[in-house]
């Protein structure tokens, strides 16, 4: 998590759990944007990823009251958030019921030509990427989902990551191994970044994506800070499993999360638990 380094975190957290709210408010704007990026990877609609990221950043500030340094607090606030997220309702696109199976076959589906007379068309293409791998993942069920995140993603060392998901460093590994292993499979099938004989392009995916709802050409859900000309030449260096699902913007919380944070910290009627 980004904002201050551990120990200063670690500092803050130890005096917001005192009832400093100042310090609170540094801890909770230092964690925010990776606890989105969590629910994001985890829900694959912002919307989702939003309300998921108020409730576990409330969850984290009234549970700091707790933390006893057991782990670096960035480590605790990830557990806090995954424990939450794990939880957490169906997201709209989970719903959907995703598997690989079922998923490669809507990849065969409604492929077409691009359009290069698009102004627009690199960006779209972008959204689409963006858009699929996180569709990829949500073909996993959430406790591997989280592993993969965790291990491959965000590159947490396996004995971090296994405090945040609760489980052994041995079994974390299976986990985050049998994730790998599934997403490899089918990347190796199914993505044309990745194999170039696989017949699905993001280029080829633009016109269907946008007739199912998945791409909003006047509202990008995921590409919408990406600078249009380098996104097919930033497409081009994709060729492995761990560079096509690292390769997203760094995603901010939306305005909407920091001031509903904010104004519960300026009421003053949360309580801390000890």
Same mark, same amino acid.
């Given at each position: 998590?980004?904002?201050?380094?551990?120990?200063?975190?670690?500092?803050? %957290?130890?005096?917001?759990?005192?009832?400093?709210?100042?310090?609170?408010?540094?801890? *909770?704007? &230092?964690? /925010?944007?990776?606890?989105?990026?969590?629910?994001?990877?985890?829900?694959?609609?912002?919307?989702? %990823?939003?309300d998921a990221t108020q409730e576990a950043?409330?969850?984290?500030?009234?549970? *700091?009251? &707790?933390? /006893?340094?057991?782990?670096?607090?960035?480590?605790w606030g990830y557990r806090v958030a995954a424990n939450h997220i794990l939880n957490w309702r169906e997201s709209r696109v989970e719903r959907e019921n995703l598997n690989f199976r079922r998923y490669g076959e809507q990849l065969r589906e409604g492929l077409t030509d691009p359009d290069a007379t698009r102004p627009d068309a690199n960006l779209l293409a972008e959204e689409v990427?963006?858009?699929?791998?996180?569709?990829?993942?949500?073909?996993?069920?959430?406790?591997?989902?989280?592993a993969y995140v965790l291990s491959d993603v965000f590159d947490i060392p396996g004995a971090e990551a296994a405090f945040i998901c609760d489980v052994t460093p041995a079994a974390f590994r299976k986990r985050a191994s049998r994730a790998r292993t599934q997403l490899r499979e089918f990347v190796d099938v199914r993505c044309g970044l990745v194999n170039q004989s696989a017949v699905?392009?993001?280029?080829?995916?633009?016109?269907?994506?946008?007739?199912?709802?998945?791409?909003?050409?006047?509202?990008?859900?995921f590409a919408r800070d990406v600078d249009p000309g380098s996104a097919v030449g930033e497409m081009e260096k994709l060729h492995d499993l761990a560079s096509l699902m690292r390769n997203h913007p760094d995603y901010t919380a939306p305005q909407a999360v920091n001031e509903a944070v904010r104004a519960v910290i300026d009421s003053g009627q949360y309580k801390i638990l000890r």
């Amino acid at each position: 998590m980004s904002g201050v380094d551990d120990a200063e975190l670690g500092r803050l %957290a130890f005096a917001a759990g005192k009832g400093d709210s100042a310090a609170l408010e540094r801890v *909770i704007s &230092s964690v /925010r944007d990776d606890v989105y990026r969590l629910a994001l990877r985890m829900l694959w609609h912002p919307d989702d %990823a939003e309300d998921a990221t108020q409730e576990a950043l409330i969850r984290i500030m009234t549970r *700091i009251g &707790s933390y /006893r340094g057991e782990a670096a607090f960035r480590t605790w606030g990830y557990r806090v958030a995954a424990n939450h997220i794990l939880n957490w309702r169906e997201s709209r696109v989970e719903r959907e019921n995703l598997n690989f199976r079922r998923y490669g076959e809507q990849l065969r589906e409604g492929l077409t030509d691009p359009d290069a007379t698009r102004p627009d068309a690199n960006l779209l293409a972008e959204e689409v990427k963006l858009g699929c791998t996180l569709g990829m993942l949500l073909c996993l069920d959430r406790d591997h989902r989280l592993a993969y995140v965790l291990s491959d993603v965000f590159d947490i060392p396996g004995a971090e990551a296994a405090f945040i998901c609760d489980v052994t460093p041995a079994a974390f590994r299976k986990r985050a191994s049998r994730a790998r292993t599934q997403l490899r499979e089918f990347v190796d099938v199914r993505c044309g970044l990745v194999n170039q004989s696989a017949v699905c392009r993001c280029d080829r995916r633009v016109t269907v994506a946008i007739r199912n709802g998945r791409v909003q050409p006047d509202d990008l859900y995921f590409a919408r800070d990406v600078d249009p000309g380098s996104a097919v030449g930033e497409m081009e260096k994709l060729h492995d499993l761990a560079s096509l699902m690292r390769n997203h913007p760094d995603y901010t919380a939306p305005q909407a999360v920091n001031e509903a944070v904010r104004a519960v910290i300026d009421s003053g009627q949360y309580k801390i638990l000890r």
